[in-house]
């Protein structure tokens, strides 16, 4: 088995390995030059020794039978929670313990717990699997897909492949309009990342964009599609009830999500509850099947500031656990979508209350954006926000780009995205401890105070900015290996000093910052010799 | 008294007015078509009736007489702190309350406690007065002022004015070079915000850049110089003593700060305590005459995630303390610098110990930045932290901007820095719940639900940029008035659900949720009556 890795090569001639989702795309100008998209990418995982069906759940729980599925008998079903609640370690948990660094047994019991998932659909065989889950890195989620103006589904292909280049851990492909099959189709062949979706779209598709002629069983066949082509989440808005949507009529801006304004349209229109919620056990069975993950979507989730938590958010979230309940039993993985627009003072009352009722299933949520008053700067007013929520227990985080509100995202867009968002999922792992999190930050500020320009720009999460920008000030050759920045000059730079202090520890064989201190009236006797100048001009270097 | 705001004219004919830093330059293209720059401003407030002198500080504190004052009686002083404390309301804290939409009272009774400053020298009448304190609207500073590439003055003058449109509540100028005080005067002859210092670059200057040929005597001029032109804050790293240098030894980064390492090399070139911590009371005695605000530098702050909070750090703080109750007995408002790089979950201690160790002098940080690995973005990585930083009480964020470590900012750069801290500083408002904060982002959701694109641009912080992206999607005219976005596009939007469901409301003339409810059967049956489409094509609109 061979796990993914991007190695670093440092001009002191060590190297760096990070975690990588790239795939064999790493280092091709686009994805065209690297293989042929119509054959798609090798099918590893069909060669993987996969246990057999086992129970989907040790015991049928009561809310599972109470929903429709009338037997006390659990189903048997080839899922990663029914497989890990049995015991087993598979392939793909073996495959994620090495490529994040921690034990199999982490990863096992974490997916037997419902607290990560991972999603895998058996018919997505290309993919390199990876996990959601708090004790895990803080993963990201790029949307592509085009919207009204239809773009070329080779375009859908390069912007896959552009937005894993620089980091995004799944993707979701929202497309709409007429070539949405197609379209699905390439982004799977080619797709070494979990792709997800949101199937009310297409269904909508099918009945010419009128929510109220929606029926079950064309959404049902629209999910059975999905899920024989290898889509490894889905979008499922089944917590939008009848009774909440009066709730969002009080609100600043009402109901943003699409897919929960589809269903409440289609709730008012029928004046019926919806038919995810009253079919979700059929939904479950056929998730099982495949072993597709609920990602179970937050329909009323807050648009504005002023909408944030109130009563809509939380009933609906309410009713998220009790179907996340549900689908467990049935041996499907669950994560839970959340926030939108949220001050930073509310963010981590969405975490608590999210694991509370949702038994801590993964929570994988957009930003929030932290103001409103920024359009065009919405990947920050996000970033801000998605910190913060992934600090508090959030295992993936959808990412905004600057075009939020405004239109459609660019290829540069999509790039700034991401990287916005690796920075905002690093920088909780960092603070959640995550045990390989502070290697990187610590491997580039020890290349920065050791004016190693060459191995900063290449352990940056952007090298070619970072490179682009030193450049800009500084363009000659010399300047990547010179012993100081444009911002302070040749003549002055404030970490000389602290080499100066550290060599001098070496020299003397000073072990200890005491043994320093009382080296500090020689120290100063040298300083003197040496004509007081620690800073000296950089062609005597 | 005049006090500035910024109206913004909205399309419904009513108005919302914004705190406005710019001064009279708002409109127009540059500084010089504003004004002559030769004449600079009015002097507004030489005009202001002030009190006459009022003792320092009410009882002459025990450690400020150690410190060598040697007197017992307090001097005679005029300065925002002292009348303050005198229980004298000045014309700048008139204007400031006016200008914060807070009492009087407010904002003498923070002044005297030591928790707001007012930095407003003298000698800087053409400054549009404000305050820095945790009660208040979180503030941000932008660094102008050229490096070892001197760039021309009326350049630097420029920068100021770009600067403060976008939202800077101070500058501070870190020129260096040979033209550094006739580049100062400029400013502060033009700026309608405080500017800020770190006199100790000047002093280098003055010494060929040789730190251990600083004195006290020439620092001491350099001072005077500064407070005769009209500094209004100044940076002094007072807290770097010599017992704390080898503590930086151990360090990834050692010392980042450049006054930090200047004062450094000083003290292990003499072996000797720092000049600036041994005349520290003649200091105070010299701001005080002017009214200038300390800023004690955070000379070892840390300059990675490694080193955050580490001893050589909060060693230093503590000392700041010390010196802060000193500058108080002088009658000499202080705030305090800090942070740098430090992860999330060490940043509250940071704002804990600082208020703790400095009487909840104002805490006044840059960034944090907070992890190491993307430069090229360190305007977002530092976003993250200051955010969290101002929600947790600091009063003042300096910005960060894309190019921080790289190389020196350029206009666009200057403009991403400031915009990206006033995301920061409001997200922090929003989260402390100042009284005014999300009214700006109620109106802009507001206007963003309705379909009010030219409202939605002119609320935003950056209009231009919201305008354009709008613009790269949809260019024309009649899609400023659009009932829906490019994201979505004319078929289906997520926004009129919600206005559907409010209309009927409105018409029924039901009030409340429970009543919108009860007539969710008939709405059904009006759905199904209007052909049961909720989302019309714009042509029918």
């Known amino acids: 088995m061979q796990v993914p890795v ?13 975690y990588d989702t790239s795939g064999p795309y790493t280092g091709y100008a686009s994805a065209a030059e690297c293989h042929d998209l119509a054959i798609g990418l090798p099918r590893t995982r069909d060669d993987w020794a996969h246990p057999g069906p086992v129970p989907a759940s040790a015991t049928a729980s009561a809310s599972a039978s109470a929903c429709g599925t009338g037997s006390d008998q659990p189903p048997l079903v080839r899922t990663q929670l029914a497989w890990a609640r049995a015991g087993l370690v598979t392939p793909e948990m073996r495959f994620i313990a090495a490529r994040e660094g921690v034990d199999e047994e982490l990863v096992r019991s974490e997916v037997a717990a419902g607290r990560a998932v991972i999603p895998a659909n058996h018919r997505h065989p290309e993919c390199e699997p990876m996990i959601i889950g708090k004790r895990f890195m803080t993963k990201i989620n790029a ?60 269904a909508l598709e099918k009945v010419g964009g009128d929510p109220a002629k929606l029926t079950w069983e064309l959404y049902r066949d629209t ?5 024989e082509q290898g889509v490894d989440y889905m979008t499922v808005h089944a917590g939008v009830l009848l009774r909440y949507v009066p709730l969002a009529a009080k609100r600043v801006t009402g109901i943003v999500s699409r897919g929960g304004s589809i269903m409440a ?17 059929e939904l479950c069975e056929i998730l099982a099947a495949y072993d597709v993950t609920f990602s179970l979507g937050d329909g009323l989730r807050p648009g504005s500031i002023a909408d944030a938590n109130d009563e809509a958010q939380f009933a609906e979230l309410r009713t998220l656990g009790e179907l996340t309940r549900i689908a467990k039993s049935h041996g499907v993985q669950v994560m839970i979508e959340g926030p939108g627009h949220v001050p930073m003072d509310k963010i981590v009352e969405n975490v608590r209350l999210e694991e509370e009722w949702c038994e801590e299933a993964p929570f994988y949520t957009l930003g929030p954006l932290a103001t409103d008053i920024a359009p065009g700067y919405d990947h920050i007013t996000s970033a801000i926000g998605a910190a913060r929520i992934a600090e508090a227990g959030t295992a993936m985080l959808c990412y905004v780009t600057p075009k939020e509100h405004l239109g459609l995202p660019n290829r540069d867009d999509v790039k ?43 352990l940056a999460l952007d090298p070619d900015t970072a490179r682009e920008f030193h450049d800009e000030t500084l363009p000659a050759e010399p300047a990547k290996t010179a012993h100081f920045c444009s911002m302070c000059g040749p003549k002055f730079c404030s970490m000389r000093i602290s080499q100066d202090i550290r060599d001098y520890a070496a020299e003397h064989g000073l072990e200890t910052v005491q043994a320093i201190e009382a080296g500090m009236a020689e120290k100063s006797a040298e300083f003197a010799d040496a004509g007081g100048r620690v800073y000296l001009p950089i062609s005597t270097n």
Not at 157 to 168: F, H, L, N
Not at 175 to 190: F, K
Request: charged share 25%; glycine share 4%.
């Open 265 to 281: 349209a289609w709730c008012l229109a029928h004046h019926r509850e919806s038919f995810l919620y009253t079919h979700f056990a």
């Open 416 to 458: 700034t995205g991401v990287i916005t968002y690796k920075i905002a999922a690093h920088s909780a792992d960092l603070a959640k401890g995550h045990p390989r999190a502070q290697d990187r930050d610590d491997a580039l500020s020890k290349a920065r105070f050791e004016f190693r320009w060459r191995d900063q720009f290449a």
């Open 6 to 18: 991007r190695r670093i090569d440092l001009t002191d001639n060590t190297s760096f390995d990070v």
């Open 143 to 202: 949307n592509i897909g085009n919207s009204a103006v239809t773009s070329s589904i080779a375009e859908e292909v390069e912007k896959m492949v552009w937005a894993t280049r620089w980091g995004a851990d799944t993707i979701m492909d929202l497309s709409t309009g007429s070539d949405i099959h197609a379209t699905r189709e390439w982004i799977l062949r080619n797709s070494p990342v979990p792709v997800g979706t949101v199937p009310i779209y297409q």
């Open 223 to 227: 999910i059975i599609e999905q899920c």
